[in-house]
């Protein structure tokens, strides 16, 4: 924290690439983002003006090159510690009202808006950054997974992933196939299709650290028309699998700000019950229990209720919810973290995910919203 006469300016936090930095000067409230890509800089400030058509987003006063990026000065919103956020709103432990209010805010606000400006759109002209690029050679699916292989959970299951298709999987009672390279094949095949994506003008990353309390939207490099399938993806896998539980294990100077966050990391991370291989059926066994807190579950509730069916009763009347998600949902599993690089039980957890997305059963309603305590079929 530096103080000067008529200047405050707060300490910088980091996401991602990015930093944040509060200043007051001289009775204006700033938040300064640096970013070092020029090119994300310069969709930042498009998508921010896009943005500001139809969502409330706070001004952004000025932007200027500085050293090694730009730097962007952004009105700031009210905030403090444990407060600003929608992320703020779920660190309880049970639903607000004030809550209830936000998503009926929310989610009116996002079906209004994509039902208004909805349009089938070539995949050349979508914001491309969190699933397109991230299937393109030397995206992040290369960058995290080509050339290499690695255990399902070292000391837990031994089985290099690139092995798995050998075996079957009885995940929580049910049976399920993973075929490593496929599924990697698949998702970059069909991050490379050409036929139009209805899509609609968004924020792109709608996670509960990019949405304030009270209702305005933050960061704006993937914001514009954005695939719905994918959009509605990011927000269903943040909020109940990221937000609470991977990103704050992760990135946890990220909620520096919002440390409640970390009281409720328990309520929302799994628990493995069962680990084992049976080399005699060539099969893997794993149990684990999910868990999602009850404000994290009304708001996957709501978003679902509210907006997701309603949407998609206006534009794929009649068709599977569960295929138009399922690579959207693969690739926030896959390319997000590198699972790599996770702790074995964490990277066991969303490799069953994965098979469990990957499944022809895959029912998004139940995905997203888990029993509290599944237990295996007889």
């Known amino acids: 924290m530096i103080t000067k006469p008529g200047i405050r300016i707060g300490p ?15 009775g204006r ?6 970013t070092r890509n020029p090119a994300e800089a310069g969709q930042e400030i498009r998508g921010h003006a896009r943005l500001a058509q139809h969502y409330r987003v706070p001004t952004l006063h000025g932007h200027l090159r500085v050293p090694g990026g730009r730097l962007l000065a952004y009105e700031r919103l009210p905030d403090g510690r444990d407060q600003g956020l929608l992320l ?13 209010d936000y998503l ?28 397109w690029d991230r299937a393109a050679p030397g995206g992040r699916l290369d960058t ?3 050339g290499t292989d690695f255990s399902v959970a070292d000391g837990v ?54 949405l304030a309390h009270p209702l305005a939207w933050l960061d704006y490099d993937t914001a514009g028309m954005n695939s719905i399938p994918g959009e509605f993806a990011n927000f269903l896998w943040y909020t109940a699998v990221l937000g609470g539980w991977l990103a704050p294990t992760y990135n946890p100077a990220a909620f520096a700000d919002h440390p409640a966050t970390f009281d409720h990391i328990r309520a929302n991370a799994p628990s493995v019950r069962r680990a084992e291989v049976d080399q005699t059926t060539s099969a893997v066994h794993i149990d684990y229990t999910s868990r999602l807190s009850t404000p994290r579950r009304a708001a996957v509730t709501a978003y679902w209720d509210q907006l997701v069916q309603p949407v998609a009763d206006r534009l794929w009347s009649g068709a599977n919810l569960a295929n138009l998600l399922r690579p959207y949902v693969v690739m926030r599993i896959l390319g997000v973290y590198s699972l790599a690089d996770l702790a074995p039980q964490d990277r066991l957890v969303l490799l ?8 022809p059963t895959f029912d998004p309603t139940t995905y997203f919203l888990p029993l509290e305590s599944p237990c295996p079929a007889a």
């Open 157 to 210: 299951i031994d089985i290099p992933v690139s092995r798995l298709a050998t075996y079957t999987l009885q995940i929580n009672g049910r049976w399920h196939h993973l075929d490593w390279g496929a599924i990697l094949r698949w998702l970059r095949a069909h991050f490379t299709r050409a036929e139009p994506e209805w899509a609609a003008l968004t924020q792109g990353d709608p996670t509960d650290v990019n």
């Open 88 to 100: 703020d709103l779920l660190n309880t432990d049970e639903p607000s009202n004030d809550l209830h």
């Open 144 to 146: 995290y997974y080509a």
């Open 104 to 131: 009926d805010q929310l989610t009116t606000a996002y079906r209004d808006v994509i039902l208004e400006t909805a349009w089938p759109t070539a995949p050349t002209h979508l914001v491309r950054k969190l699933y």
């Open 29 to 34: 409230s700033l938040l300064l983002k640096y």
């Open 352 to 359: 069953a995910r994965l098979a469990e997305a990957m499944s």
């Open 12 to 26: 910088v936090r980091r996401f991602t690439h990015n930093r944040l930095c509060s200043v007051d000067f001289f």
